[in-house]
Structure formats: structure tokens, C-alpha cells
């Protein structure tokens, strides 16, 4: 359960202002995840991290920033963000990003609520 | 495109009766298959994993999944459910890219109802 922790759990936050989301992984794993879940959707995976190396960005708008400092760690910062952003989002960690490390262990998320 | 499907969005069931979450895919290879839960405010736990072997797996908390290639299916199954399993559940494949990386594909979740 204390794996994969994440601050702050709920963030209600105007689309002018700048906040951060923050992960921390208790586990030892080398790889690190932001997904975005919103009702009646699949997850999406943002980004990802193998080694503190940025090795996937789907896509994400650049108004979500991430940050990876060392490979217990991982940031979202957030700025300028749209009321279409409001979700859950959930960090994940893994052994490694290849090979047969493939068991993802997720975080109990942040509610965002964007106004 | 590739593609995790959970076709149903809710699924009831009577306290002590069998369960089954069903999910369907749609990868090119091999794919890993899982399943994970999500209580409330919570994040998503891991239940178990196909990667080879035996098609039936047995994971946490009393469930077990049958990986079925023909019909590209890998459902959830308990043989007794209890109040405290409904939660809402996800499907997820793993897939190999060119690049020599994974990409992980989630369906849409099922909402398990036990009914006491």
C-alpha cells in the first residue's frame, strides 16, 4: 500500500495558476509512470521514465511537464491547465521499463479539479 | 489499432455466487495480459498477470483468469464472490514496439456490484 505514494491527493486549481503533483516509489524500481484517468476512458499513459530518462511522451500537451530528478521521484508540473484536465492522475513505478519487469505498481492517485 | 476491450461497464452479482469480468483484445504477437482493481480513492492494485504457460492463472484475493488465444480473451473469474470484491476493475496488455520498448494499453474498466 506505501509503495507508491503521491501528494497531494486532491487539488482544486484555477487555469491560471501553477501547481505540482509528486510521486515518490518506496519499491527500488528503475521505471516510473504519469497516467491521466477520466470517467468511462481508458487510462492514458502521459509519460515515462526508464533510469531518470524521459523515454515516452504520448502526445501530452506542453502544459503538463514532467520531471524525474532521480528514480525514486517524479513531478507533473502543471500550468495553464483546462477544465477538460480535471482528472485522476495516477503515478505507477516498475522494476524496468523492458524486459520482463513488467508489473506496474500505481500510486493512489491525485483528484485534479481544474476551474 | 490496437485495442483492450471491456464490454461491460457494470457487472452485478449475488454474495457467493461466481463472477466473471470479461475482456477481449485486439494486439498484433504476443501480448502480456492483466488484470488490476481500483477501490475507491485508491490507486490500481495488481491481481495477476498472463505472460506463458498454463492458460488458467491464479492471482490474488481468490481470482483467476483463463487466457484464451482464439478468442483473444483473458477473463476474470471467481468462483465465490464476496461484498468486499466490488471495486472496479481493469484489463491490461502489454505490447512490443519496434523501438524495443512496451506499451501498455488499458481497457475501460467493469464495475463489480456484490450484492449481499
Known amino acids: 500500500e506505501t509503495g507508491v505514494t503521491q501528494t497531494p491527493r486532491h487539488l482544486v486549481m484555477g487555469m491560471t495558476n501553477k501547481k505540482s503533483l509528486k510521486c515518490e516509489q518506496h519499491?527500488?524500481?528503475?521505471?516510473m509512470y504519469w497516467y491521466k484517468q477520466s470517467a468511462k476512458k481508458p487510462l492514458e499513459l502521459m509519460f515515462v521514465?526508464?533510469?531518470?530518462?524521459?523515454?515516452e511522451n504520448n502526445s501530452v500537451p506542453s502544459r503538463f511537464s514532467p520531471e524525474c530528478p532521480n528514480s525514486s521521484h517524479l513531478f507533473l508540473h502543471l500550468h495553464t491547465l483546462q477544465p477538460e484536465d480535471s482528472a485522476l492522475y495516477l503515478c505507477?513505478?516498475?522494476?524496468?521499463?523492458?524486459?520482463?519487469?513488467?508489473?506496474?505498481?500505481f500510486g493512489p492517485g491525485t483528484r485534479l479539479l481544474v476551474l | 489499432a490496437q485495442s483492450v476491450a471491456q464490454p461491460e461497464d457494470q457487472v452485478n452479482v449475488a454474495e457467493g455466487n461466481p463472477l466473471t469480468v470479461k475482456c477481449t483484445y485486439s494486439?498484433?504477437?504476443?501480448?502480456?495480459l492483466f488484470w488490476y482493481v481500483q477501490y475507491p480513492n485508491r490507486g490500481l492494485q495488481f491481481l495477476l498477470k498472463?505472460?506463458?504457460?498454463?492458460?488458467l492463472v491464479k492471482g490474488s484475493y481468490g481470482f483467476e483468469a483463463e487466457f484464451n488465444k482464439s478468442q483473444t480473451s483473458f477473463h476474470l473469474k471467481k468462483p465465490s464472490a464476496l461484498v468486499s470484491d466490488s471495486a472496479l476493475y481493469f484489463c491490461?496488455?502489454?505490447?512490443?514496439?519496434?523501438?524495443?520498448?512496451?506499451?501498455?494499453?488499458f481497457g475501460t474498466g467493469t464495475r463489480l456490484k456484490v450484492l449481499a
Open positions: 521514465y526508464n533510469f531518470k530518462e524521459q523515454t
Open positions: 491490461a496488455v502489454r505490447v512490443s514496439r519496434l523501438s524495443g520498448t512496451y506499451k501498455y494499453i
Open positions: 505507477a513505478s516498475s522494476q524496468g521499463a523492458s524486459g520482463r519487469q513488467e508489473t506496474q505498481y
Open positions: 519499491l527500488g524500481h528503475n521505471a
Open positions: 498472463y505472460i506463458t504457460g498454463d492458460n
Open positions: 494486439v498484433s504477437g504476443n501480448p502480456y
